[in-house]
């Protein structure tokens, strides 16, 4: 080999190594900021940037996240993979407590299930004397209706509802779709398609200027369409590593007056789109 071929060889080798030390030393350093899973709703209303930032400000902690459904955000609690979920599936919230996955659990804030579709009604929703009724009449009609089919909070509550009517979704045919995505994904699928739809008002509220051929069709204060939100830190007990200290003082602002009052205030098109109620044991 000539030698200056050579000399470049050499050169590039030493550029190589040291980039590869670089990034290896970079990867090492220790993970400055809080990692967070949470459900697609709290970043689809347009919640979570702002709240965020305020935490920051008042505390100096970073906090990164994850948008998944809640099976998925409790799964990667239970990984060790996040140090906080944020969730909204009490009784899946429940056996993560009970599995020693979470350390406390905290109540932050709720809105409310509704059901959204095509203008038209065909199904007669409006009509619906409580929301299993108004899926029956769905099923009855053999309405196109999205389903996330996530496991996620929303998904629960809507399987939860059609067992209510009577009703088993595993055994619904082709009207009945899969989306596979956030809420509002699936509101976007379910405004092109002309379907019914289960949904959080408050990410129905920060979509709807965007929804042209769906109407807000169940909007009842039904104490089973409550949708509560609570924050758990991951237990550092069973998942040695997680940032404990950061994630309780994360799950304390939230249930403290900086927290609740941002909450409270927080509007969309007008409209509040969650309800502080800030309790819990963190």
Known sequence: ???????????????????????????????????????????????????????????GIEVRYIAVGTGQALDAGRRGDVDVVMVHAPALEAEFIASKDGL????????????VGPAGDSAGVRNATSAPDALARIYDNRSRFESRADNSGTNIKELA?????????SSFGTWYEKTN?????????????AAYTLSDD???????PTLPYLGLLYNRTDSVLRNQYSVIPV????????????????????????????????????????????????
């Open 1 to 59: 080999m000539h030698f200056a071929s050579m000399r470049q060889y050499i050169v590039v080798l030493i550029i190589a190594a040291v980039v590869a030390l670089a990034v290896t030393a970079y990867l090492s350093l220790p993970r400055a900021y809080l990692l967070m899973a949470t459900t697609t709703s709290t970043r689809d209303t347009g919640l979570l940037p702002p709240m965020l930032r305020n935490f920051t400000l008042d505390t």
């Open 161 to 169: 509802l059609w067992s209510a009517a009577g009703l088993n979704a």
């Open 181 to 193: 995505q956030g809420m509002g994904a699936t509101l976007t699928i379910a405004n092109e398609r």
């Open 104 to 115: 406390c659990r905290n109540q932050i804030m709720y809105n409310t299930f509704v059901i």
């Open 235 to 282: 237990n550092p007990a069973t998942h040695p590593g997680v940032f404990s200290e950061r994630a309780l003082a994360f799950a304390q602002w939230l249930v403290g007056p900086r927290g609740q009052s941002f909450i409270g205030a927080f509007k969309v098109h007008g409209h509040t789109i969650f309800t502080p109620d800030g309790t819990g044991d963190c």
């Open 202 to 208: 408050g990410t129905w509220f920060a979509r709807e």
